[in-house]
């Protein structure tokens, strides 16, 4: 039996009408050299592009607001601005830079300086406070903004944190195109709920809106030869909060896919939860190794993970080059393949941790971006997929918004 929501709260409720009467979709595709929107009907027929817009330079990721509707923000590195973040409010017809952009601030206490190389990850702040946004850095660095993204500041106690900078490593110690502060993630039920991972360097929950933060890694494996006990070594790639059920959390790591149900949710304490390898149900030859982690919106026990060949050399594409999305409905207990319409062999390319995402209609759609510039979309919760754009460049993050006519 799925496990779907409990009975919606006043401001799921408004979310609710909000969805009723939506009547299309935007998919908001960040890339390699530039953004683009694609904006479709509501029975996801057609798609029409609106773009390049930043075209030559580097967006890793592209939100709507929520709470209005009508405001994006682009996580950008350009050539001559460096990294900053751009503001549209009228859906991407103009952009403006926000005047303040994410920097870390002079560290104290015989820490070194740091400099931001780029924008990773945005996500919009709590329903109950309009304008506020978090950002997540490459290096790793958490920032707020509290006035729609014109201006951010830094979260000190995750940035000049001497135990977390300990556990963030240095660059050399990152992932291939830097270390990097990801699936910043706000509680629906509690604003000062807060969760981020690091790549490396983690899972960190707080629960006084980032004044102090505990570690989340008990149960999660590191790479052979490694302490599990040393934070540094974890490499989280994805972590979703289940909107049915928000005490739950998937997780697609480095080093597997795993779930937590947090059985101290009401406690400062996290000591009692444990992540639970759900990935070892996979397919041996396919492995529970991959970048982005989805989940449905209503159903708690069903989530998709899309992954790629993480054997020795770690090659970053499809398993034998035969791209496939995998579903499970029993929260992990077992695990379906999803490849109807995906190429059936050479075809060697993979999704990265941003880059797939689902709507939240009622029968829900998937869409990823691809390694390879290609943009599909999976009908029926991935049942049956078919291409929405080639030729685009690499595809770094895809997320989808809900439109008002």
Known sequence: MRRTAPPASPASSSSSSRRKAATRLVLLVATRKGAWLFHGDARRKTWTADGPHFL???????????????????AAKTGHLGPTIFRSTN??????????????????????????????WLTPGHASEPGSWYAGTSPQGLFRSEDGGVSWLPLPAVNDNPQLREWMGSVQDGTPDGPKLHSVIVDPRDAKHLYFAMSGGGVHESRDGGASWSTLIQGLEVVEGFDPGTVTFHDPHCVRLCPAMPDRLYQQNHCGIYRMDRSGSTSASPAADVWQRIGRKMPKRVGDIGFPMVVHPREADTAWVFPMDGTTVWPRTSPA????????????????????????SQAWWTVKRQAMTADALATPALYLGTTSGELWIGRDEGASWSNIAR?????????????AA
């Open 391 to 403: 030729h685009l460049p690499e595809i770094y993050a895809v997320e989808v918004a809900e439109l």
């Open 91 to 120: 859906l991407g017809r103009s952009w403006k830079e926000a005047q303040q952009p994410p920097a870390f601030a002079q560290p104290s206490g015989g820490l070194p300086g740091r400099a931001v190389d780029h924008v990773f």
């Open 56 to 74: 030559g330079h580097t967006i890793s990721h592209l939100q709507l607001d929520p709470r209005d509707g009508r405001t994006l923000l682009a």
């Open 321 to 344: 080059g035969r791209p496939a999305a995998y579903v499970t409905r029993n929260a992990g207990k077992s695990w379906q393949r999803l490849d109807q319409g995906l190429p059936e």
